[in-house]
């Protein structure tokens, strides 16, 4: 039996695993936004030892997880039977083959043993809705923000940073995407990861970034901007962990809302081999968070510079980042500092939000089935096809997909976000 929200209407509540690269995680999600669970086992360190991730052990050590972590979440949230759901959901790519499939393989089981539909998520659709959570201990403005109509809310920008991505997307409408850039080479996460590891500061690098470059001077060292044109002089504040709006602009042309970090990575080992000619120790603690401080900077104001350049150019209502580089301090600071200048409202997840998580999972699984339903039901009516938000539209157990469906499911490796047709922009 489903739980009771306020007012009466009975919660929505998916069981959702997410196990596309090292966290085994489980959760579990009322109505799209409400975490009454997030359990997540992390691998990070097992894999610390290698200076990444290694796929064969991440898949193992997934077989080992993740019946404790599901059992976990369904006590934390108080279901007694997975049959008390209604539905269940699943990441299904991108990701590691190895560890999808242990995710993918236990949601069929409990989907064909309990009956429940299975909802199959795409995992940067995960990262997008981690902006739409709440727990009992958020903020009434966070529950009240992540409650608001979709006229609101939409057209939002949203910036995704990850280990694996680097995307721009201009989202419509919930479910509703189009693709404005994305990075040509690295990911800024694996920029953080790779950088770190030259500097020898440890892994996950961003984390370790972040920590060395608190005692750094982002100024003693200057690195390039990638895909950046000069724009109007602005000075640095003197605190040198307060980035100003960035000094640059957005080069023109087809890769205005692109991004590219491998260039980045190459001029920092470039300037430690220039400090090693000369005598200098790159990895001497202060000269390594000077680095570490300047690499920080140059990546964030490339974000912010252009995540901000496509909000100006969509008009868009609103602007939400995600994936594990959220987390980073400076690039919150300075991400709230330069939105507010333009009044926009910017959406970050919760820190234990940002990186791989299963509540995500549940969120996106949540919107989708709802919000495709209703697509598919009124295809002619398509500006007001979507439903209200909290509860008041089909839940996900009201469109069950077919058991053939459930034995179809396949894990999908290289997925991208679901499109809409990308023409006219
Ligand atoms: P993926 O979905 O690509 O597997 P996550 O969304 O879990 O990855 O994000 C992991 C990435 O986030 C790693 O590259 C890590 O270095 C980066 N990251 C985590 N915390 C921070 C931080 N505070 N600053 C910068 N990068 C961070
Ligand atoms: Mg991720």
Redesign the pocket.
Known sequence: MSLTHTGGAPACRILAIET??DETAAAVVADGRHVLSNRVASQIEIHRRFGGVYPEVASRQHVLAIQTVVEDALADASVAHVRDLDAIAVTHGPGLAGSLLVGVNLAKGLAFASGLPLVPVN?LEG?IYSNWLYTDTSPDIARKQRSSSASEQFPALILIV????TELVLMEDHCRYRHLGATLDDAA??A??KVARLLELGY????A??AAAEAGDARRFHLPRPLMRPGRRTERQPDAQTSPPPAVLPVRGEHRFNFSFSGLKTAVLNLMRQLEREGTDARQKQTAADIAAAFQMAVVDVLVGKTADAANEFAVKQVCIC???S??GLLRRTAEQHFAVMGLPLRCPPLFLC??NAAMIGAAAYYRRSYSAARQRAPQDRAHRQPAEAGAHPTPRDQPIEPSARDLLALDVYASLPLVDTTGL
């Open positions: 596309s690269c995992h990262h990850s280990g694996g991505h996460g694996e953080f990861d996950p690098g961003g984390p970034i972040q994936g594990g580089v987390a980073n990186t791989d």
